[in-house]
């Protein structure tokens, strides 16, 4: 029961294109159950220290909590350019921390030991992908995008996302905002299509390019224009002020 409860799940929210971490929640008391039964078997079997198939998972456990805020760091790196060095110096020793303590559970000889190890393991993987996945998710959503419309109050005659999908802008508009984000108003458009628009669009017609785009979008003007606002990873810029940069030309 529980293994369907987890795997039925699982491939529910796997189909799905779109989703928030949050809607994985449910599965988490029957993974957490069917983990608490194989150890309580272990340790009543007293087989923790020598079933070589425990030992591999283990170690594989280990080292994928060590590994994914590290793959994380790498992946802002090469995708965003976005990674401070304090950052991955935090991450590197909250993954030394989380080897050592496995390596200190695998010798134990205590069951009870074992468990509290794996309990350390888990919160100092957590808390180092609490340093990761807030910088992740500001370059892969437009939440603070969102949040800037949503301080003026009223939306732009045209918004633009450049190279960007708009499910996200619309999903954290406050709902006075969502409610004028018609397609003819909220779009998104490629930087040909861009530099199309802002000669025929309203003056204050708003193109926000994410921050890791900006040397490609500056290059197609003479200079570089000035920025209108910032929206965390976000760079607006009002289409009379990318006219006037196009008029350097």
């Given at each position: 029961m529980l293994w369907g409860?987890?795997?039925?799940?699982?491939?529910?929210?796997?189909?799905?294109?779109?989703?928030?971490?949050?809607?994985?929640?449910?599965?988490?008391?029957a993974l957490a159950l069917i983990i608490g039964e194989y150890f309580s078997t272990i340790f009543r079997l007293k087989a923790e220290t020598t079933d070589s198939s425990f030992t591999f998972a283990f170690v594989i456990h280990a080292v994928a909590l060590a590994?994914?805020?590290?793959?994380?760091?790498?992946?802002?790196?090469?995708?965003?350019?976005?990674?401070?060095?304090?950052?991955?110096?935090?991450?590197?020793?909250?993954?030394?921390?989380?080897?050592?303590?496995a390596w200190r559970a695998l010798r134990s000889p205590s069951g009870d030991r074992l468990v509290r190890d794996i309990v350390r393991m888990s919160l100092v993987a957590v808390i180092s992908l609490m340093f990761v996945a807030p910088r992740a998710a500001a370059w892969m959503t437009s939440r603070e995008l969102a949040a800037t419309l949503n301080t003026a109050g009223t939306l732009p005659p045209k918004v633009w996302i450049l190279?960007?999908?708009?499910?996200?802008?619309?999903?954290?508009?406050?709902?006075?905002?969502?409610?004028?984000?018609?397609?003819?108003?909220?779009?998104?458009?490629?930087?040909?299509?861009?530099?199309?628009?802002?000669?025929?669009?309203?003056?204050?017609?708003?193109?926000?390019?994410?921050?890791?785009q900006l040397p490609r979008f500056n290059r197609m003007f003479p200079s570089p224009p000035a920025a209108d606002a910032r929206a965390g990873t976000f760079t607006l810029f009002r289409a009379d002020t990318l006219r006037a940069a196009m008029g350097a030309r």
């Open positions: 409860w987890f795997a039925i799940g699982l491939m529910f929210l796997s189909i799905g294109e779109s989703k928030l971490v949050t809607y994985a929640l449910p599965l988490f008391p590994a994914l805020p590290l793959a994380g760091l790498i992946i802002l790196k090469v995708k965003f350019d976005d990674m401070p060095r304090l950052l991955w110096v935090v991450i590197v020793v909250l993954g030394v921390e989380i080897l050592r303590t190279d960007e999908r708009i499910g996200s802008l619309i999903f954290y508009l406050d709902p006075p905002l969502r409610a004028e984000a018609t397609a003819d108003r909220v779009d998104a458009a490629s930087f040909p299509e861009a530099m199309g628009r802002l000669r025929v669009d309203p003056a204050d017609t708003m193109f926000a390019v994410r921050n890791n």
